[in-house]
């Protein structure tokens, strides 16, 4: 009989391996110590905007009043907006995202369908607006814009489109560059399942945009009678406690 044959029968699997021969409790200890050791290293504050400047992935019309606060950069008493600081985990999650574009450039490279990536671009017209685009992707002889997402299990199953805030987002894009199309690819976070979802140039939402950024610029002070109609998360909600 063969050496390698012999292994095969005297290699115990996993199921035959007996609880007594794993590590006694005192051999395992429940630890926090390297945790908090680089989560002094994870957490950081944000960077201020620059002021009278939309950007798109905050430019929604679900609240004007939040609009107001990232387009001018101060809060109703005229102060500057509190930096935003970057816990521990929600650097992590970040840094999720950050791994996917890494990743993607990959294989974008491998199918030769790159173009560039962090594209940045500022216009003034009809908007002032500062951007940074994911990808830019030659593609059955076109041009497109990639936008890509990040989102875990439960929030990936119940996409049934695009969030409302990305298509705007892509909209942004699409209305204050040359590019007609675009894709915004979701990645489910737990498996790298994607969903996939093709948008083109939609004039109408655009000129909602628009016309509600031109009344915010239009309010170097802010209305008293704007209430916040954002979600739970809304930016407001940070400001005006």
Not at 55 to 72: N, V
Not at 88 to 107: A, C, M, Q, W
Not at 231 to 240: A, E, F, I
Request: charged content about 25%; glycine content about 6%.
């Amino acid at each position: 009989m063969s050496s390698l044959a012999l292994w095969r029968i005297t290699m115990p699997g996993i199921g035959q391996i007996q609880t007594t021969s794993l590590p006694k409790t005192g051999k395992i200890h429940k630890s926090q110590v390297l945790t908090r050791t680089l989560n002094k290293v994870m957490g950081y504050t944000s960077r201020a905007s620059r002021p009278k400047f939309f950007y798109p992935s905050a430019l929604k019309l679900e609240c004007k009043k939040s609009l107001w606060y990232h387009y001018w950069g101060v809060d109703s008493k005229g102060d500057p907006l509190p930096l935003q600081e970057i816990d521990p985990l929600l650097s992590r999650v970040f840094s999720t995202g950050n791994s996917f574009e890494d990743r993607f450039i990959k294989y974008l490279k491998s199918a030769k369908l790159y173009i560039e990536d962090e594209k940045s671009f500022l216009v003034n017209d009809p908007l002032p607006i500062s951007g940074r685009i994911d990808f830019i992707i030659d593609f059955k002889e076109k041009t497109w814009i990639v936008e890509l997402k990040t989102i875990n299990a439960r929030g990936f199953d119940k996409l049934r489109g695009p969030k409302p805030e990305h298509i705007m987002q892509v909209q942004c894009y699409l209305n204050s560059t040359d590019y007609d199309e675009a894709f915004i690819l979701y990645e489910n976070k737990d498996n790298q399942t994607w969903k996939e979802y093709r948008i083109e140039k939609d004039e109408e939402l655009w000129g909602q945009m628009v016309a509600m950024c031109q009344e915010v610029m239009a309010e170097e002070v802010l209305p008293q009678d704007w209430k916040c109609t954002g979600p739970p998360w809304c930016v407001c909600k940070g400001v005006d406690k």
